[in-house]
T-cell receptor, first 115, second 113 residues
Framework: NAGVTQTPKFRILKIGQSMTLQCAQD?????MYWYRQDPGMGLKLIYY???????DKGEVPNGYNVSRSTTEDFPLRLELAAPSQTSVYFC??????????????FGPGTRLTVL | GESVGLHLPTLSVQEGDNSIINCAYS??????FIWYKQESGKGPQFIID?????DKRQGQRVTVLLNKTVKHLSLQIAATQPGDSAVYFC????????????FGKGTKLTVNP
């Protein structure tokens, strides 16, 4: 298994541009997540999905959109890039276990700079 | 509200010593906790987890201790190796509630040879 994959690895955007960060997992996990990590900080949840067709906001959803049309893919969309969205973006997935365990598996991240 | 924080932002140890990384949480309803390791330029990697019905759990060279009375979590790494150098995050969650895993800011562990 490749696990969780993310593309691109790096991207520079101009203010106002849009882009989609891709995330895919091949572990048949039902839960998927998008986080952002600012320098020297922990991860903050942007959006998450508990299954295909279902998404919900996390802690910092403003400026982002997501969709989940398949179990495998969970793209994150930035419509009007702003400098405040300069960050490293991590996608994660997990499989709900009996008893409620929640080990999240993370992708390698996308480093985004908005100038 | 929920918040997870760490007592020390950096920790430097000698190779072969034991390391202890601490974490405080404020949500008394949190009942599931995870430690992640993040190496430079990589995504977080699961180390060990613990549920609130336990106060100790051991893995390979790692032990997590949970003190619910003072809402404190610690990660102990035995015989620390240079490969253990990374940022360590604790995270908390309320099982059966919000799906949100709340992360702390992280502690940077440096292992000196």
């Amino acid at each position: 298994n490749a696990g969780v994959t993310q593309t691109p690895k790096f991207r520079i955007l101009k203010i106002g541009q849009s882009m989609t960060l891709q995330c895919a997992q091949d572990m048949n996990h039902n839960y998927m997540y998008w986080y952002r990590q600012d320098p020297g900080m922990g991860l903050k949840l942007i959006y998450y999905s508990v299954g295909a067709g279902i998404t919900d906001k996390g802690e910092v959803p403003n400026g982002y959109n997501v969709s989940r049309s398949t179990t495998e893919d969970f793209p994150l969309r930035l419509e009007l890039a702003a400098p405040s969205q300069t960050s490293v973006y991590f996608c994660a997935s997990s499989s709900r276990l009996a008893g409620g365990g929640d080990t999240q598996y993370f992708g390698p991240g996308t480093r985004l700079t908005v100038l | 509200g929920e918040s997870v924080g760490l007592h020390l932002p950096t920790l430097s140890v000698q190779e072969g010593d034991n390391s202890i990384i601490n974490c405080a949480y404020s949500n008394s309803a949190s009942d599931y906790f995870i430690w992640y390791k993040q190496e430079s330029g990589k995504g977080p990697q699961f180390i060990i987890d613990i549920r609130s019905n336990m106060d100790k759990r051991q893995g390979q060279r790692v032990t997590v201790l949970l003190n619910k009375t003072v809402k404190h979590l610690s990660l102990q790494i035995a015989a620390t190796q240079p490969g253990d150098s990374a940022v360590y995050f604790c995270a908390e969650k309320v099982q059966g509630g919000s799906e949100k895993l709340v992360f702390g800011k992280g502690t940077k562990l440096t292992v000196n040879p």
